[in-house]
């Protein structure tokens, strides 16, 4: 069974967007290992002018999608439950980790917001998670939705040209990618650090592993913060399995 992402928006002419260029595209329109799905919420509002908000309950500016629109366009998805997801400036921040959790579904159900948002009812009642893919505002929930699909797609057996690469990416283990480069030697007086062409894989590996560590020291210190307070409990943790084997005589 192929991975499904199923979006409601009121703009589906915003997609596939990038999701249907190079491997992430081929994968579904050529090979069917996904395929995308997109839902006019507009359809769904029972106003002959095809309104879909109100205004904010207590006042204020703008306006908010309808509970019972929202609602009747997710009803009309068919197919086994998976995980509804919202994208939403005050979500939870998108993380690798949930990431994988959600490749592993047969799909994600993906509501896009519009002007002041989405009725909380419908959101809480319906059991979706609210999703951030950064801390700034967009105009709407489109581009962060095809963020959060490309980023499961691409982990699908198959999508990939070189799957063993997904090893190395950036928070695969709580570190960043280390820089990469390439061909010509020389760009603008620059060149490529020469442990890159000693043919030592020893020291390259050595090279990039010091790169990773210092690059999320310096841009993630969050990150790095959580890389070394994992490093320093794995040693106490197997310390304590060795005592506990000892006490039961092993």
């Not at 760009?187 to 650090?193: A, M, T, V």
Request: aromatic share 6%; with cysteine.
């Amino acid at each position: 069974m192929s991975f499904t992402a199923t979006v409601l928006t009121m703009f589906p002419e915003a997609f596939p967007g990038p999701l249907g260029v190079s491997l992430i595209g081929s994968a579904w329109r050529e090979r069917g290992l996904w395929s995308l799905e997109t839902l006019d919420i507009r359809a769904f509002s029972d106003d002959r002018r095809g309104f879909l908000d109100d205004t904010p309950a207590g006042g204020g500016p703008g306006a908010v999608l309808k509970a019972d629109v929202v609602a009747r366009a997710l009803d009309s998805v068919s197919g086994p439950r998976r995980p509804l997801l919202y994208m939403s400036a005050r979500g939870r921040p998108l993380t690798q980790a949930r990431v994988k959790e959600w490749a592993q579904a047969d799909g994600i159900t993906v509501l896009c917001g519009r002007f002041e948002g989405v009725d909380q009812r419908v959101l809480d009642a319906r059991g979706f998670e609210e999703v951030s893919v950064g801390d700034a505002v967009l105009a709407g929930g489109e581009a962060a939705a095809m963020v959060v699909i490309e980023a499961c797609v691409r982990l699908l057996p198959g999508v990939l040209g070189q799957a063993e690469s997904l090893s190395s990416e950036s928070f695969e283990d709580g570190l960043l990618e280390h820089p990469q480069y390439t061909r010509p030697r020389t760009f603008e007086g620059l060149e490529i650090p020469e442990v890159l062409l000693s043919g030592d894989h020893k020291k390259v590996a050595q090279w990039r592993e010091e790169q990773r560590e210092l690059t999320t020291r310096e841009r993630r210190p969050d990150l790095w913060a959580a890389h070394l307070a994992k490093t320093h409990a794995e040693p106490d943790s197997a310390k304590s399995q060795v005592k506990s084997g000892k006490a039961r005589g092993e």
